[in-house]
């Protein structure tokens, strides 16, 4: 693969994971356990929702066929779609949806810092600001985790089962495939190897403050490289493109 | 209903250095650093700040204003009219 | 004005109650006269400070009920662009609603007491929002005529007589302008689209003309206590002079849109520099008041859920800090601590 297919499939994935995340938090929206809570998440989604809006006119720019940041976000089936897995799971209660994110950021935070000094030039540019947000997002998260790791029977019971629920979808995080290591190689972009190392440290950590047990090793779940998602992101997709399929070249 | 009342803070904000920080409002949290974040998210969403301090409603210490009168009993210590910055001990009802 | 004609019946206490002489109630009008500002701990007439715990606080559930009919289209906004637009936007109301409350704190009730409020159904939020979101114009009339509404009531409060109240509304008011443009951004690109989006427009303004209209309450001559409100500088306009501006100022709206208001009676009359308009069906409009609107059990099903689904999170965190009391206290972050250096 060259240089540049490396690069553009490496930004439409961060564009992939950025939407999809931003999307799950939208649906979010009055149903936080309390009103500063809504203000939290709508912050989360706005910054995810820019993130993705940077990728993705990024990478029309990279492809150079004229599409347009919509296009990517509403014009793709699901098997274009090239986000993991963890960002596409269901917002289920309050505690699943802190683990999703949770999980994701402490991975997400690593990987923007990494791609922060990639030789890719506007990737950097774009990592740099978004791994403030990003980093202001985990603090959030990590404090929640451990508010209700350490909180009440109940808070810690639930967690720990959105904990054990979602681990499976951790390994993808660091299953590189020929678009990472391209990547790494053509652009001095993230060693997964070393994320992997550095997120197991970090999450251990936060996991001891909230008294959360750290899952067994099991199998893991995958493909989102590939396009090939869990059932939940028909649904998705269906629902956050229906008005650009049902009038196809509209102005809104 | 009455499970898990988050406390009150009262939140305070520098807008630009240079300036003092100035009373902005009020949000609910569970502690200190929950407090700040909350405060950042609501009262600075349009870069309204560069420095946020939080303090607990039932501990800052106000004066009595000029005029207040004797029927609502002024505690000297209570900045606003909050129910709950009142300790009611056990066993007395209907308060 | 997401409180004008909710309660007619009005609750004001007897001026005779507790304490309250007539020379207190002298002193403190004349303050009021002079656009001197209430805070927290002065003294109140009691019917002042319980006439502004309502208004304050069903202005709050209005702020926050409104989330929902808006964002019901979060999820389907279609662009980028207008997605993150919404959710900004939905984002402020959720804020609006936090200063709000907080204002209403300051006045002898709670959160919690104001939440309950809500929930039990005894208090009141604006009836706009029970009307459903059927389309994406929805969100654009939404934006156009309801928060248009808004804007007119909100900025005369700016200048009520009670400081927190004052205050909050100021901070709303700064961020309420774009939430207008942005609604009549939407419709204007509706109407220079294809026919089903012209067609989409038309249709959610059919369906938002009259509620919007409603929204500022019947005539003050049906409500008793408009007149004390006034004095109070609680309300500065009247129900009909509102309305009658908020349609002067919209009416060329529409025509520039190239929309038609769904009102027969609509005319411009050059004598008076205003615009006629029809007849208003009240009956609508005190039915949705008392809970025979298309979403009230919707809505308040929806908060009640999110309330009770949180309960769990909200008591694991108070645990937390009760277990780890003292611990907060020194480690508090840095960047908090310091009177110097904040």
Request: some cysteine.
């Amino acid at each position: 693969m060259d240089k540049q297919e490396a690069l553009l499939k490496y930004v439409l994935r961060l564009g992939d994971n950025a939407l999809v995340l931003g999307q799950k938090l939208s649906e979010l929206v009055t149903q936080a356990p309390e009103l500063e809570e809504e203000l939290a998440n709508a912050n989360f989604a706005l910054d995810y929702i820019g993130q993705a809006r940077l990728f993705y006119s990024y990478a029309a720019e990279l492809e150079g066929k004229g599409r347009s940041e919509d296009d990517f976000a509403f014009l793709r089936d699901g098997n274009e779609f090239r986000n993991v897995l963890l960002v596409e799971q269901p917002n289920g209660h309050f505690g699943d949806a802190i683990v999703r994110q949770f999980l994701f950021e402490s991975f997400y935070a690593l990987q923007l810092e990494a791609l922060a000094r990639c030789s890719a030039p506007r990737v950097a540019e774009i990592a740099a600001r978004a791994v403030k947000e990003i980093h202001y997002h985990l603090r959030h998260v990590s404090q929640w985790l451990v508010l209700l790791g350490d909180g009440t029977d109940e808070s810690h019971s639930r967690v720990q089962r959105s904990l054990d629920d979602h681990w499976r979808f951790t390994g993808e995080l660091f299953a590189g495939d020929e678009v990472d290591e391209a990547f790494e190689r053509e652009w001095d972009g993230p060693r997964l190897a070393e994320l992997e190392q550095d997120w197991n440290e970090k999450l251990d950590t936060v996991l001891a403050d909230a008294t959360l047990t750290r899952p067994a090793a099991q199998w893991m779940d995958g493909g989102g490289r590939r396009g090939r998602h869990t059932e939940h992101f028909g649904y998705l997709i269906a629902e956050m493109q229906f008005l650009q399929r049902a009038y196809p070249g509209a102005r809104w | 209903m009455a499970d898990e009342n988050w406390p009150l803070y009262e939140v305070f904000i520098r807008s630009r250095s240079g300036l003092s920080h100035r009373h902005a409002g009020s949000v609910h949290a569970a502690g200190d650093q929950m407090a700040l974040d909350h405060a950042r998210d609501v009262y600075t969403r349009r870069n309204e700040g560069v420095s946020i301090w939080v303090v607990r409603s039932s501990e800052i210490v106000a004066s009595d204003p000029a005029e207040s009168a004797a029927f609502f009993d002024p505690a000297a210590d209570k900045i606003y009219r909050h129910p709950t910055f009142y300790e009611i001990p056990d066993g007395v009802e209907n308060l | 004005m997401y409180t004008q004609g909710l309660d007619p019946s009005g609750a004001s206490a007897d001026p005779k109650s507790g304490a309250e002489t007539s020379a207190d109630l002298e002193r403190f009008q004349s303050r009021i006269d002079a656009e001197q500002k209430v805070e927290p701990k002065d003294w109140m007439p009691e019917a002042y400070r319980k006439t502004l715990v309502r208004q304050i606080s069903q202005h709050a559930h209005s702020e926050i009920i409104g989330m929902q009919p808006e964002g019901n289209w979060l999820t389907r906004a279609p662009t980028l662009k207008r997605k993150a637009i919404l959710l900004a936007k939905v984002q402020d109301e959720a804020g609006h609603g936090l200063y709000l409350y907080g204002a209403g704190e300051t006045l002898g009730t709670s959160r919690e007491q104001m939440v309950d409020g809500l929930l039990s159904g005894k208090a009141k939020y604006s009836s706009i929002f029970n009307y459903p979101t059927l389309t994406w114009a929805d969100v654009g009339a939404i934006g156009w005529l309801v928060d248009g509404a808004a804007i007119m009531n909100q900025i005369p409060i700016c200048r009520c007589s009670y400081g927190p109240y004052a205050r909050a509304m100021v901070r709303i008011c700064k961020e309420e302008s774009f939430h207008q443009r942005q609604g009549f951004e939407i419709m204007l690109e509706l109407s220079r689209g294809s026919k089903e989006q012209k067609d989409m427009a038309q249709d959610a303004l059919d369906r938002w003309w009259w509620p919007s209209v409603m929204m500022f309450g019947p005539s003050d001559s049906e409500s008793k206590h408009s007149a004390q409100s006034m004095a109070w500088k609680i309300k500065r306009f009247s129900n009909d002079e509102l309305r009658q501006k908020f349609i002067d100022v919209t009416a060329p709206q529409a025509e520039f849109l190239g929309l038609r208001i769904p009102d027969d009676k609509l005319q411009y009359d050059a004598e008076s520099g205003h615009y006629r308009f029809g007849e208003i069906d009240w009956r609508e409009f005190y039915d949705v008041l008392a809970g025979n609107g298309p979403c009230n059990r919707q809505r308040l099903r929806h908060r009640q859920k999110a309330h009770d689904e949180g309960a769990w999170v909200r008591a694991g965190a108070k645990a937390y800090a009760a277990k780890h009391e003292g611990h907060s206290r020194t480690s508090r972050p840095r960047a908090a601590a310091g009177c110097q250096h904040g």
